[in-house]
């Protein structure tokens, strides 16, 4: 068996790793040209559902340096008023479980992390253009004229997936209505001073008037400007870091970054074509009585850091026929960010297809069976994580109206003060919100094993 991986994303580059300890054929081809190329965001929370495929997924001295080269774990979840006014303050459980827990991640970081060990599994400067089913086979072909064939092709490239819009022509994405500015800054003395300390050691929420809201991380990572372990880390947190290859393919260092949302209709007709320097005078523009520390941090950001998100999700999609041809991730349930659960779907996905390729290859059941078993449960939990991370960002939401949306900002702060001065109302509404997270346990025991002696004599008769 041959698998052929469109796109070297999250969730391709996790499934990639799986198969190849399965002892699977895979190749990942990746549009970019080199492993440093492409803007792959900022910060990416991995809840313990993401955690826990990647460390089924992962050779486990990987997993280990992935956890090795997380950020600092956020204390709090804070929401705030555009002056730096605490509206509530949830405190995060602190946790030392590996996997069992929330993380903050740097996405390069993780991009170099999921890259080492695939070396040569992933070809670069590979773009997909079309592919072609011939019974059993499948070929994809390629924009510099190369092709490739296999017998199971996935598509991995994200939310504008060519593999989609070709496979399924009936599955849509539609926008949101809103629109996000996003920018990042070093964190120095300066710019570490400009929010209160517990923004510093959280992940914060701004909610303004007009519906524009903002979201700020501090993340602090375990090396230093230079790329050397800092002082004081020690163990075996330090050899990982110290030996980790990926670490000279990383331009992460300590930053904070932040990320202002709206509805479409207060930023200007052509805010998608704007860049750097112009992006962060937009930003200005629309928060004139905000903090002058929160403006102080958009006027530091680095401008070749900021771009704008026209946010999308897709619609939900009745079952189709499935065949030697699948999708994860993006490609097929693009989600808005409001619940932080994309990349770990991407990741569950990518356990589950692994599994069930595994039973393939085991001779438990054909391929196109363990396809359609693979895509029934992925489009129940994946459309139905698409749906929820919408109520959480549409242009639709009351409090982008321009009357009413005063008086739901104002009942929304006074239900949230309120529940700020009561604990046991506030340790419910956090462990509610962070159950949603990592819910599911059903791959929590899954170990990928090799083929068995005689399996790998039938792969290999030679």
Not at 236 to 256: A, K, M, S
Not at 287 to 295: A, I, K, S
């Amino acid at each position: 068996m041959k698998v052929l991986v469109i796109g070297g994303g999250t969730g391709g580059l996790a499934l990639a790793h799986g198969l190849k300890r399965a002892g699977i054929g895979v190749t990942v081809f990746e549009r970019d040209v080199l492993r440093t190329d492409g803007l792959h965001g900022y910060r990416v929370g991995i809840d313990p559902d993401g955690s826990r495929a990647l460390k089924a997924l992962l050779p486990s001295d990987l997993y280990d340096t992935f956890v090795a080269t997380k950020a600092r774990d956020p204390k709090y979840f804070n929401m705030l008023t555009e002056d730096l006014k605490e509206v509530l303050s949830l405190e995060i459980p602190a946790s030392t479980d590996p996997v069992e827990s929330e993380k903050s991640i740097s996405r390069m970081t993780l991009r170099q992390v999921l890259l080492t060990g695939l070396e040569d599994v992933v070809e670069f400067g590979k773009e997909f253009v079309r592919f072609e089913q011939h019974g059993d086979s499948v070929t994809a072909y390629f924009a510099d004229g190369s092709e490739a064939t296999g017998d199971l092709l996935v598509a991995a490239d994200g939310s504008g997936s060519r593999v989609r819009r070709q496979y399924l022509p009936q599955a849509k994405t539609e926008e949101t209505g809103i629109i996000a500015i996003a920018g990042k800054l070093p964190l120095t003395e300066e710019s570490g001073k400009l929010v209160p300390p517990k923004v510093f050691e959280g992940i914060s929420m701004v909610f303004a008037p007009l519906g524009l809201s903002c979201i700020i991380h501090v993340m602090e990572f375990q090396w230093d400007h230079d790329g050397k372990v800092k002082q004081g880390i020690g163990g075996n947190t330090e050899e990982l870091i110290r030996q980790w290859p990926g670490l000279q393919f990383d331009n992460t260092r300590d930053y904070i970054n932040w990320g202002l949302s709206a509805a479409a209709d207060k930023f200007p007709a052509n805010v998608m074509d704007l860049r750097g320097q112009e992006l962060v005078d937009l930003a200005l523009q629309l928060t004139p009585g905000w903090h002058p520390n929160l403006r102080r941090l958009m006027e530091l950001t680095d401008v070749g850091t900021c771009f704008p998100v026209n946010i999308w999700t897709s619609v939900p999609l009745d079952p189709w026929p499935s065949s030697n041809v699948t999708l994860l991730g993006d490609a097929i349930h693009t989600m808005t960010p409001g619940r932080g659960v994309g990349a770990n779907t991407a990741l569950r996905d990518a356990l589950l297809l692994c599994r069930k390729l595994i039973d393939v290859r085991d001779g438990r059941t054909g391929l196109v069976a363990a396809v359609g078993e693979y895509e029934a449960k992925m489009i129940e939990y994946g459309f139905d994580a698409v749906l929820k991370s919408r109520e959480q960002m549409s242009a639709n939401d009351p409090i982008h109206k321009p009357l009413i949306g005063r008086v739901v900002l104002a009942g929304m702060r006074t239900s949230m003060r309120l529940v700020n001065h009561v604990s046991p109302v506030k340790r419910r509404m956090r462990d509610k919100m962070l159950a949603f997270r990592g819910a599911d346990r059903d791959e929590a025991a899954f170990e990928i094993t090799g083929p068995s002696h005689s399996e790998a004599a039938r792969a290999n008769p030679s």
